[in-house]
């Protein structure tokens, strides 16, 4: 049996109602679980770039992408691994102020975490981060642990190449010569 890593896979498309329900449908039929998704605008004028994580061999991951690249509003479909990535996701943590507030290693926790205070009342607290999964993750474990967590939410991943451009600036020059 082949290991199974995480991929990332960038889908650049035309912005088309139920485009993602069949993306989702090619992930589903193979028995593969979209860990995170982040759909948005990209560089390119008009064009959408969904971001989307699965575990996987590099053999299914191809097929996926080909099934992918075949649906008519897509316009290039791509897979990379995260040594060819520059990626982020986001988390927001609802906490309790007076827990918060007496804590003792507050000010130890912003720092070591790099938090943002995007909210606080006399109730909660709202604490961004900004890193890795295993970075908001670890966070989350610490505030668990010590304060409790009223909410949590993490996003998806989102990703750029290490190439100087976006790469279906690459594939659109190739077909206008």
């Known amino acids: 049996m082949k290991n199974k890593i995480l991929y990332t896979i960038t889908i650049f498309s035309e912005n088309t109602v139920g485009l993602l329900n069949q993306v989702a449908i090619i992930f589903t039929r193979r ?11 990209s560089a390119l004028k008009g064009i959408h770039k969904f971001t ?3 575990f996987a061999d590099e053999e299914i991951i191809e097929n996926i992408t080909k099934q ?7 316009l290039k479909t791509y897979y990379n691994t995260d040594k060819d990535l520059i990626f982020q ?3 927001l943590y609802k906490v309790s102020t007076p827990n918060l507030l007496i804590l ?3 000010e130890d926790i912003v720092r070591k975490y790099n938090i943002r205070i995007l909210d606080m009342t006399e109730v909660w607290t709202v604490l961004e981060k900004t890193g890795h999964y295993d970075e908001t ?10 304060i409790g967590v009223f909410q949590f939410i993490r ?11 976006e790469r279906l600036s690459d594939m659109l020059d190739s077909n206008r010569n």
């Open 31 to 41: 028995g593969l679980n979209i860990e995170t998704l982040s759909v948005s605008t």
């Open 52 to 54: 989307i994580t699965t």
């Open 68 to 74: 992918i690249d075949k649906r008519v509003d897509i």
């Open 89 to 91: 996701e986001i988390a």
């Open 104 to 106: 003792k290693s507050t």
């Open 137 to 146: 993750q670890a966070l989350f474990s610490e505030l668990s642990a010590q």
């Open 155 to 165: 996003s998806g991943r989102i990703a750029i190449t290490k190439s100087n451009i």
